[in-house]
Every structure is written in C-alpha cells, then in structure tokens.
Nanobody, 124 residues
Framework: QVQLVESGGGLVQAGGSLRLSCAAS????????MGWFRQAPGKEREFVAT????????DYADSVKGRFTISRDNAKNTEYLQMNSLKPEDTAVYYC?????????????????WGQGTQVTVSS
C-alpha cells in the first residue's frame, strides 16, 4: 500500500512562498492523478489542486488559481505544490492524496490514499 509523506510546511509572512513536497513509498504514483487538499481550523477539508498522471493537465480551486502551481516527478515518485503570494487565509493543514483514477479530479472521495498533512501558517 502506498504511503504518502508531506514536507515543506512552516510559518511564512503574507506575500511569501513555500514549496510542499509529497513523497510516495511502497508503490508507484505514476499511473494516478494526484491532489492537494487543505483543512483550516473549524472548517471542512477543501480541494486545492490536482494533476493528472502525466503532469500535463491540472486544475485549481478558484481561491489559489494564479498563485499555486501543482507539479509531479514520476521518476522520483513525488508531487509538489509551489505556493506563492501566500495569504493568511491560506493557513491550514495541507494534505496530499493519490487518486483511483489517472485523470485529475477535485472530489476528495476519489482519493483513497492520503498523507498525514503538513501545517502551513501565514502571518499577516
């Protein structure tokens, strides 16, 4: 069974940048779409970004479009989330996930495998 481990979270000032990584072990992610979701305190988990199996097609939540970039390196069994122009409302625990499907999807229930999450805190 695939295990996903996120890294790269931390504390950053508004306007700053962070790059999250999600490393997979115990299996390959190369045939699967991958996604990032986040959950802020007192809120439900929400979709952030997704990429298809090849890295050629992506989709983003409106709230992060133009600021975040999702990518993947199948040779390294890793996906990434580059986050620029961060805002305090981006503060959340960020989770990576592996989909059942090869095409990207924003539906959390189409992701059977999840990492433990990494905290991102943006100060104003």
């Amino acid at each position: 069974q695939v295990q996903l481990v996120e890294s790269g979270g931390g504390l950053v000032q508004a306007g700053g940048s962070l790059r999250l990584s999600c490393a997979a072990s115990g299996g390959t992610i190369s045939n699967s779409a991958m996604g990032w979701f986040r959950q802020a305190p007192g809120k439900e988990r929400e979709f952030v970004a997704t990429v298809d199996w090849s890295g050629g097609s992506t989709d983003y939540a409106d709230s992060v479009k133009g600021r975040f970039t999702i990518s993947r390196d199948n040779a390294k069994n890793t996906e990434y989330l580059q986050m620029n122009s961060l805002k305090p409302e981006d503060t959340a625990v960020y989770y990576c996930a592996q989909s059942y499907y090869s095409s990207h999807t924003d539906k959390w229930d189409e992701y059977p495998y999840w990492g433990q999450g990494t905290q991102v805190t943006v100060s104003s």
